[in-house]
């Protein structure tokens, strides 16, 4: 499993959109009137008395920009003038031009309304220089046609400035069980902090049953809904502010701030931030003071007790003062597919309706980007005819990954699609069929497919680890002219799916037919354990060995494969909007952090 370090959670709270900086001007159009652009304070950046080497992968200016209006601004230049810095600290930012004391960076697009850039900005302080010193660098923004920005950063050198220790996961941890907070972290900056502040942001399964008096807390219901990445995902958030000098070098852990696993945990984490001061570069806490409205706790104070330090980083990791508890509750979620077939009166058309369903208990929280996601693919069987086809299903002329020359007659439509999934999550595509006269009952195969489907046998042939009833990912449906009473589908608040193209001729009087599971998992290639009793949509028997899923992009050329690394979708945290610049993937100080379930 890949370091915490190099997967810091993402937290903004809108759509994540890479751009760049790049070199060069381009074509500038004419703005909207009263587009303003706009710079967010950074807050107080801390810096060592010893000079970093220039360049740095990195920034320690982790500076947010954008505009109002929707208008999108090229042309656009952001200046950096270091004269309030002058015989303290120096400024490098690669790519950009500097003239005298002013680094000029070309902006390529600007079209959102709070984004992150990093183009490796990186403060490093001037060898010699007193421990303390402060100074001020001012950034402007503008571009023709929209009103400037400016801001004043403010530099601390050789002031307080923590780093964590990463703890160890832990897993098959019981639902209803407390988990002491794990978070210690050491002063490793030049000057004693007077104060400890611990910013905690805890995602669905875990929570603090009494906050502690010297902490702040609220919940934050999610943003994502209606974005276009699926379900919102309810957080709760604290900052709790710990007294009490910590002096350079000294290592402490908090005490007295206990998680409780709830019956929706899965994979949880609990994130942690610590600064010297509200104020500090990187902290997210006046955000989230502006977004959410947060109650003090009532229970016995938090605390820091000494400890020895071990494990704890030193270095130029500027993201250190962050870590995650991730936690693997022992719990699950059973997904299961739905269909059913609704003829009009001649029995030879009518409205097919496959979907997915979560029936809980647990809440599936996805980072891989596609692994809680598998597709609902329905094989329909030769001489039936699809008439329309909703845009949220596509044909897929695919066997083992490979083209195949003749279409198939099979279809994968989204999954029950997103980051964060909770139990009762659902969907349903309908599409119109007109199905061959004759003697047989044709029949539909449904079935939940991920990426490993596409190259391997099997529905999907890597089963959710989190899904302990996999028979029920596997139904057929009579296409009969006679109809039979629907299975249930599943409870509340359907995804939204589109209308198919071209509209059936439909009869009131003919209810659909039912969806019957067989037994087991239905695939010779793909031999079943011994069976469990099957839950959710339809009947039947059958179970599945866990295993690592994963997402599909589907191409105009075939199914791409959606790795963990690109296929990536944000967490609603700090509610900034926010956008990648050059190669960090940093956004509001963290990174989203790249798992498989394993």
Same mark, same amino acid.
């Given at each position: 499993?890949?370091?915490?370090?190099?997967?810091?959670?993402?937290?903004?709270?809108?759509?994540?959109?890479?751009?760049?900086? @790049?070199?060069?001007?381009?074509?500038?159009?004419?703005?909207?009137?009263?587009?303003?652009?706009?710079?967010?304070?950074?807050?107080?950046?801390?810096?060592?008395?010893?000079? @970093?080497?220039?360049?740095?992968?990195?920034?320690?200016?982790?500076?947010?920009?954008?505009?109002?209006?929707?208008?999108?601004?090229? &042309? !656009?230049?952001?200046?950096?003038?270091?004269?309030?810095?002058?015989?303290?600290?120096?400024?490098?930012?690669?790519?950009?031009?500097?003239?005298?004391?002013?680094?000029?960076?070309?902006?390529?697009?600007?079209?959102?309304?709070?984004?992150?850039?990093?183009?490796?900005?990186?403060?490093?302080?001037?060898?010699?220089?007193?421990?303390?010193?402060?100074?001020?660098?001012? !950034?402007?923004?503008?571009?023709?046609?929209? *009103?400037?920005?400016?801001?004043?950063?403010?530099?601390?050198?050789?002031?307080?400035?923590?780093?964590?220790?990463?703890?160890? =996961?832990?897993?098959?941890?019981?639902?209803?069980?407390?988990?002491?907070?794990?978070? @210690?972290?050491?002063?490793?900056? *030049?000057?004693?902090?007077?104060?400890?502040?611990?910013?905690?942001?805890? $995602?669905?399964?875990?929570?603090?049953?009494?906050?502690?008096?010297?902490?702040?807390?609220?919940?934050?219901?999610?943003?994502?809904?209606?974005?276009?990445?699926?379900?919102?995902?309810?957080?709760?958030?604290?900052?709790?502010?710990?007294?009490?000098?910590?002096?350079?070098?000294?290592?402490?852990?908090?005490?007295?701030?206990?998680?409780?696993?709830?019956?929706?945990?899965?994979?949880?984490?609990?994130?942690?931030?610590?600064?010297?001061? =509200?104020?500090?570069?990187?902290?997210? %806490?006046?955000?989230?003071?502006?977004?959410?409205?947060?109650?003090?706790?009532?229970? %016995?104070? #938090?605390?820091?007790?000494?400890?020895?330090?071990?494990?704890?980083?030193?270095?130029?990791?500027?993201? %250190?003062?962050?870590?995650?508890?991730?936690?693997?509750?022992?719990? &699950?979620?059973?997904?299961?597919?739905?269909?059913?077939?609704?003829?009009?009166?001649?029995?030879?058309?009518?409205?097919?309706?496959?979907?997915?369903?979560?029936?809980?208990?647990?809440?599936?929280?996805?980072?891989?980007?596609?692994?809680? @996601?598998?597709?609902?693919?329905?094989?329909?069987?030769?001489?039936? $005819?699809?008439?329309?086809?909703?845009?949220?299903?596509?044909?897929?002329?695919?066997?083992?990954?490979?083209?195949?020359?003749?279409?198939?007659?099979?279809?994968?439509?989204? &999954?029950?699609?997103?980051?964060?999934?909770?139990?009762?999550?659902?969907?349903?595509?309908?599409?119109?069929?007109?199905?061959? =006269?004759?003697?047989?009952?044709?029949? %539909?195969?449904?079935?939940?497919?991920?990426?490993?489907?596409?190259? =391997?046998?099997?529905?999907?042939?890597?089963?959710?680890?989190?899904?302990?009833?996999?028979?029920?990912?596997?139904?057929?449906?009579?296409?009969?002219?006679?109809?039979?009473?629907? /299975?249930?589908?599943?409870?509340? $608040? /359907?995804?939204?799916?589109?209308?198919?193209?071209?509209?059936?001729?439909?009869?009131?009087? /003919?209810?659909?037919?039912?969806?019957?599971?067989?037994?087991?998992?239905?695939?010779?290639?793909?031999?079943?354990? #011994?069976?469990?009793? +099957?839950?959710?949509? &339809?009947?039947?028997?059958?179970?599945?060995?866990?295993?690592?899923?994963?997402?599909?992009?589907?191409?105009?050329?075939?199914?791409?494969?959606?790795?963990?690394?690109?296929?990536?979708? /944000?967490?609603?945290?700090?509610?900034?909007?926010?956008?990648?610049?050059?190669?960090? +993937?940093?956004?509001?100080?963290?990174?989203?952090?790249?798992?498989?379930?394993?």
């Amino acid at each position: 499993m890949s370091s915490t370090r190099t997967r810091r959670f993402l937290g903004a709270g809108t759509a994540t959109v890479v751009a760049a900086l @790049a070199a060069g001007t381009a074509a500038v159009p004419a703005h909207a009137a009263g587009t303003q652009l706009r710079i967010f304070p950074t807050g107080t950046v801390q810096i060592s008395t010893q000079p @970093a080497p220039q360049p740095q992968f990195g920034e320690n200016i982790h500076l947010r920009i954008g505009r109002t209006g929707t208008e999108v601004v090229t &042309g !656009a230049k952001l200046a950096f003038d270091t004269t309030g810095i002058d015989g303290l600290a120096t400024l490098g930012v690669p790519g950009c031009a500097t003239a005298g004391k002013v680094i000029t960076c070309d902006i390529w697009r600007l079209d959102l309304e709070n984004i992150n850039i990093t183009s490796h900005p990186w403060l490093s302080a001037v060898a010699g220089v007193r421990p303390g010193s402060t100074g001020t660098v001012h !950034a402007t923004l503008s571009a023709p046609g929209a *009103e400037t920005a400016e801001a004043d950063i403010p530099v601390e050198i050789g002031g307080a400035g923590f780093r964590t220790k990463e703890p160890s =996961e832990q897993r098959d941890v019981k639902v209803g069980s407390t988990l002491p907070s794990t978070l @210690a972290f050491a002063n490793h900056g *030049e000057s004693a902090a007077r104060r400890a502040v611990v910013e905690v942001y805890l $995602t669905p399964g875990l929570d603090v049953t009494t906050w502690p008096s010297n902490c702040e807390y609220a919940k934050d219901e999610g943003e994502w809904a209606g974005r276009g990445f699926g379900y919102p995902m309810p957080t709760v958030h604290g900052i709790c502010t710990i007294d009490g000098e910590i002096a350079p070098g000294q290592a402490v852990q908090l005490n007295g701030l206990d998680l409780t696993v709830g019956t929706d945990a899965r994979y949880a984490f609990a994130g942690y931030a610590v600064f010297p001061a =509200e104020g500090a570069s990187g902290s997210s %806490a006046a955000d989230l003071r502006r977004r959410l409205s947060f109650q003090r706790g009532t229970g %016995a104070p #938090a605390t820091l007790v000494k400890t020895s330090g071990e494990g704890i980083p030193d270095g130029l990791d500027t993201n %250190a003062y962050s870590t995650e508890q991730e936690v693997l509750a022992d719990n &699950g979620a059973d997904f299961a597919v739905n269909g059913s077939w609704a003829p009009d009166a001649s029995g030879t058309s009518g409205t097919f309706t496959l979907g997915a369903v979560s029936n809980g208990p647990a809440s599936i929280m996805d980072r891989s980007g596609g692994e809680s @996601a598998p597709n609902v693919t329905v094989q329909f069987p030769e001489g039936v $005819t699809v008439t329309g086809l909703p845009s949220t299903c596509h044909p897929n002329d695919y066997v083992l990954g490979q083209k195949s020359d003749k279409p198939l007659n099979k279809f994968s439509c989204d &999954g029950l699609g997103g980051f964060f999934i909770p139990a009762g999550a659902t969907n349903s595509h309908k599409l119109t069929l007109s199905v061959p =006269e004759g003697t047989g009952e044709p029949t %539909a195969t449904v079935s939940l497919q991920n990426m490993a489907s596409e190259y =391997e046998p099997g529905h999907p042939s890597a089963v959710m680890g989190w899904d302990r009833n996999p028979a029920n990912d596997l139904l057929k449906v009579a296409l009969r002219a006679t109809p039979a009473t629907p /299975p249930p589908t599943g409870t509340p $608040t /359907p995804v939204p799916t589109t209308a198919p193209t071209a509209a059936p001729t439909t009869d009131p009087s /003919p209810a659909p037919t039912s969806a019957v599971v067989p037994a087991g998992l239905g695939d010779k290639d793909s031999p079943s354990p #011994a069976p469990e009793t +099957g839950t959710g949509t &339809g009947t039947g028997t059958g179970t599945g060995t866990g295993g690592r899923g994963s997402g599909t992009v589907r191409g105009s050329d075939g199914p791409l494969a959606a790795t963990g690394s690109s296929a990536a979708l /944000p967490l609603a945290a700090t509610g900034a909007a926010a956008v990648l610049l050059g190669t960090a +993937g940093l956004v509001t100080a963290r990174r989203l952090r790249v798992r498989r379930d394993g």
